[in-house]
């Protein structure tokens, strides 16, 4: 397993809005974290990252404990937020560069991985874009790029199909399955479609409260 989460409890003020959630999540697989609005998906995600604390449980990426050492397990993880924040007035490759650079890359080391994420994200030829010319596919492809510049273990993408166009939809999908051939990915949404269609494990939260936890064949059989 490379990503634990067990037991996670998070209160703002004297609102409960995670209890107890315990999932876990293993590499070469998509895991859908599927909930309605409100659920608890964004608090988890932000959790593991390390944007936010928890009142209690465990966090381990990779056998670190997340929760005890955010600085040392944040170049662990990628993450692409629901409301995907990009510099629209930065050139593509300028922005990632950037990006890269945040993760402590330089030079050489540097250059290469923007190669090697230009080409996987198919954006080579809007390289020397600004990114308020891109289209929202291509601006999610920007997203996904930052959020592998560091060749990171685990990936989370929280809601990143809304809004796309059934093309955008496709094209963003088939990147999200490459990636997840060497990575652990979590994808976070409120649809099932995007689970039946890309997942091959589902964690289902309500109300902050983990509802089931198994591969999508055993729930879809109900076994
Ligand atoms: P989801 O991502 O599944 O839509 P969230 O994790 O964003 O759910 O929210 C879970 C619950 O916690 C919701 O009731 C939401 O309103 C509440 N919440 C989220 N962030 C905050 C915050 N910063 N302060 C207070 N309540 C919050
Ligand atoms: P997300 O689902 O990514 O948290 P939201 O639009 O729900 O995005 O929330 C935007 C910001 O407002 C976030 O920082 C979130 O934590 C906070 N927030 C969400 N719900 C509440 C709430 N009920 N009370 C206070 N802050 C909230």
């Not at 990252?49 to 465990?58: K, L």
């Not at 990779?62 to 397990?73: F, H, I, R, T």
């Amino acid at each position: 397993m490379s990503l634990e989460v067990s037991h996670l409890c998070k209160n703002y003020g004297s609102q409960k809005a995670l209890d107890q959630v315990t999932f876990s999540a293993s590499p070469g697989r998509i895991l859908g974290f599927l909930g309605p609005n409100g659920a608890g998906k964004s608090t988890t995600m932000k959790i593991i990252t390390g944007y936010i604390g928890a009142e209690s449980g465990n966090v381990q990426v990779m056998g670190k404990d997340a929760l005890a050492n955010p600085k040392e397990v944040s170049p662990l993880i990628g993450y692409l937020p629901e409301k995907n924040p990009l510099y629209q007035d930065m050139y593509v490759k300028e922005f990632l560069s950037f990006a890269g650079g945040l993760y402590g890359l330089s030079g050489s080391q540097l250059k290469s991985r923007l190669a090697e994420m230009l080409d996987k994200t198919g954006l080579i030829p809007e390289q020397h874009k600004k990114i308020s010319q891109l289209s929202k596919g291509y601006q999610q492809r920007v997203g996904l790029a930052k959020a592998l510049i560091h060749d990171p273990q685990v990936v989370i993408l929280d809601e990143p199909t809304t809004g796309l166009d059934p093309n955008q939809l496709v094209e963003i999908r088939k990147l999200i399955l490459e990636v997840a051939r060497e990575k652990t990915l979590i994808l976070s949404t409120h649809i099932m479609q995007e689970v039946e269609a890309i997942c091959q494990d589902v964690v289902i939260i309500n109300k902050g409260k983990i509802l089931a936890a198994d591969s999508l064949q055993n729930l879809q059989s109900g076994n």
